[in-house]
């Protein structure tokens, strides 16, 4: 990861070195997660950020998703784009679902920045070998409004910024919490930030892995693994009314319920575009699990790729033949990984996250020790 500072840059609350949840024994769902419980436990998969601190009034970001490590304009993935609440701005997204392929990297950031960024990916695409003649590049670019804590008007992402993400993109462990994309995001009224978890098929059910990265920038009624963790610890949307004296809660307990969460679903599963979009929705419901709103006001969506090397397209082939597509029968228990996947790694943005001050404000993290104590209450973590 490239982090970026500038003179007079200031980091606060990142010396707490702060646990995954299933570091804390939280088991979320019953498939077990892969070595590295991340998205690039898909073979292949690589992601690179870069975060900017700077001043007291800039924190963003970009994180880079590479389904594979060669010329995506060459080698294209299968993929869909699934709209849970489409109040965001998903550079791409029409033609990945009419032509049901990804050409380029997949990046986030910041929702002002899109721009910015899919114009880097194109000038990154036209540079790399083999695509002289490219005429024309379709960036996938997602975001979620980090105006909070960051001067979003400015825009500063830069084109240097984009491609450093790219270029640095590696396979092994995601940084998560306040970093690329994720930088100055909020969650349920808490620090939100880049999460990222896997989950795989037993041999039986094909040995599949699946991964998930999530950008999470929303509200709702935080849930961990079943535990009513927003309502207990005061923040929880609506603002309701005192049970003694009906007067409105304090604003120190309410939240923006609005924002948005992108959700990156990679699979090595040889699927087509049809199953894909249908991997895709289930992911909604590991949102739906940590309690999210979907709000008017809140831009959800998942962009979901085959990483496997025998649906990859070549487009100068007339005849795409895939080798040993999926059936829907078979797709069941990649529903359920999905759904536990983007479940764990929605907590672990959370989860990673520090406090974070900027642009004349203060986001503090989910607090640990009274989380992990409403954990204990409800006998949500495993017995060590």
């Not at 540079?127 to 670019?141: I, R, T």
């Not at 831009?299 to 005849?319: K, M, T």
Request: some cysteine.
């Amino acid at each position: 990861m490239a982090l970026l500072f500038t003179a007079g840059a200031v980091v606060l609350g990142q010396t707490e070195t702060r646990p995954r949840v299933r570091d804390l024994g939280v088991n979320v769902g019953v498939l077990p997660t892969g070595a590295l419980n991340a998205i690039t436990d898909v073979a292949g998969v690589k992601v690179g950020q870069t975060t900017l601190i700077r001043g007291d009034n800039i924190r963003t970001g970009v994180t880079a998703i590479l389904p594979h490590g060669g010329n995506l304009y060459k080698e294209r993935v299968p993929a869909a784009i699934f709209l849970g609440n489409a109040y965001g701005k998903l550079a791409g997204s029409t033609q990945v679902n009419e032509m049901g392929e990804i050409e380029a990297p997949i990046l986030l950031t910041a929702t002002d920045s899109v721009p910015r960024v899919a114009d880097a990916v194109i000038t990154y695409m036209f540079n790399l070998k083999g695509n002289e003649n490219v005429l024309s590049v379709n960036p996938v670019v997602g975001e979620t409004n980090d105006g909070w804590l960051s001067d979003i008007r400015s825009r500063p992402i830069s084109a240097d910024d984009v491609i450093s993400a790219i270029n640095n993109a590696a396979a092994g462990p995601v940084e998560e919490g306040a970093v690329g994309a994720g930088t100055g995001t909020v969650a349920f009224g808490f620090k939100g930030g880049i999460g990222t978890s896997s989950r795989r098929l037993p041999a039986s059910l094909g040995g599949y892995t699946v991964g998930v990265l999530v950008q999470t920038n929303f509200g709702g009624n935080l849930i961990i693994a079943g535990v009513p963790v927003g309502n207990e610890l005061g923040k929880f949307y609506p603002q309701r009314a005192s049970s003694q004296n009906k007067e409105p809660a304090s604003d120190a307990t309410a939240q923006s319920v609005d924002g948005s969460c992108m959700i990156v679903v990679a699979t090595d599963a040889p699927l087509e575009h049809r199953n894909l979009s249908r991997l895709a929705a289930r992911a909604m419901m590991g949102l739906a699990r940590t309690g999210s709103s979907e709000s008017n006001g809140s831009g959800d969506y998942v962009i979901a790729f085959s990483s496997s090397a025998d649906v990859r397209i070549d487009p100068n082939n007339a005849l795409w033949q895939p080798k040993g597509l999926l059936s829907n029968e078979s797709m069941s228990p990649l529903f359920e990984a999905v759904i536990e996947a983007t479940e764990e790694a929605i907590d672990n943005s959370m989860f990673r996250a520090h406090d974070m001050t900027g642009n004349g404000h203060t986001v503090k993290a989910l607090p640990l020790q009274q989380t992990i104590d409403l954990l204990k209450k409800h006998k949500a973590l495993a017995a060590k």
